[in-house]
DNA sequence: ACAAAGTAATCAGTACTCTGATGCTCGTCA
DNA sequence: TGACGAGCATCAGAGTACTGATTACTTTGT
């Protein structure tokens, strides 16, 4: 199959893009996309598990332990036990924290605006469709 | 803005189950994503240079060096001195670099073939249409 | 002819991401 | 009560992937 029939590649492609951009917006706070992607959530939810975080933002638990190692090390986010399940930290953001995301956040937003802006609604959704029936297929196909 | 918006969240989620699906392709011919990739464009074009192997795959030169390097003790790739720029490597496929790949390939191309079929071509030409737009908001957005 | 600019390869260091494996704690239910 | 499954956290190890820097060669411009 030739490559550039393949659908993937334009995927690929697009999100990859997408990527660098996104790193040049949030590199000017001292963060990287993963590490923003983390404190989106954790902005939203304070106080979520390690293993709800690596959830939302579609990684394995052991790489959100590293990405949380780092913001730890940083200070932007602080660990403690639960007050019940004691085997479960609770993590939220730290004053340095919430300064770092949402200086992240506005330039990151910016992007998305400009990419929303792009299209019609109708287009959008005509978008988010044809994303979706890619999903369907993707996750009808074995895994091994 | 909200998280459920960002159109940029939707091609995210497909790249990431593209790459889970890939990877789950291509792994019982003991190859990673990437190092497909590269024997992919290696097919086509024996002899290829490391540099351009990365403009192609799309990764910095040091990350297709990485690449290489592990193809290379794998004893999939040979890597020889180009005739006339003796700057240059030239890289090309063994024999178990073009089975290995073959198998590779067969299952790779499946999943591609898959997500073709799930589109009319009307509807494969309206999402590369509309993802094409996404790139080039993107492409026009600062790199700083 | 020689400096400047461009291209190729690679080292060093950091971060992200996965698989595989382990240890801990909680809730369930026999 | 006590085994056991499920969920959380993390160690270990390998493979990408980036920025930043260096070295070497080639082409281009004056």
Redesign the interface.
């Known amino acids: ?1 030739p ?1 550039e ?4 590649a ?9 990527m ?3 790193q ?1 917006a949030v ?2 706070a001292g963060l990287t996309v993963a590490q923003y992607s983390a404190l ?1 959530v954790l902005a ?1 939810q304070p106080g979520v598990s390690a293993a709800e975080l690596a959830r939302r933002c ?1 990684v394995t638990p052991q790489t959100m332990t590293t990405i949380l190692r780092n913001l730890e090390a940083a200070d932007l986010i602080r660990r403690e036990p639960h007050e019940l399940h004691r085997n479960v930290l609770e993590t939220r953001l730290t004053e340095a924290g919430r300064k770092a995301f949402e200086a992240a956040d506005e330039r990151a ?1 910016a ?9 019609s609604e109708q ?2 959704d ?3 469709a ?10 009808s ?4």
Request: with cysteine.
């Open positions: 199959m490559l029939e393949r659908l993937g334009d995927i690929k492609r697009v999100e990859h893009e997408l660098a951009v996104k040049a590199r000017p989106l939203e579609r937003s992007v998305e605006r400009a990419l929303a802006a792009e299209f287009e959008r005509q978008l988010r044809l994303l979706g029936r890619c999903s369907k297929v993707l996750n196909q074995p895994r091994d």
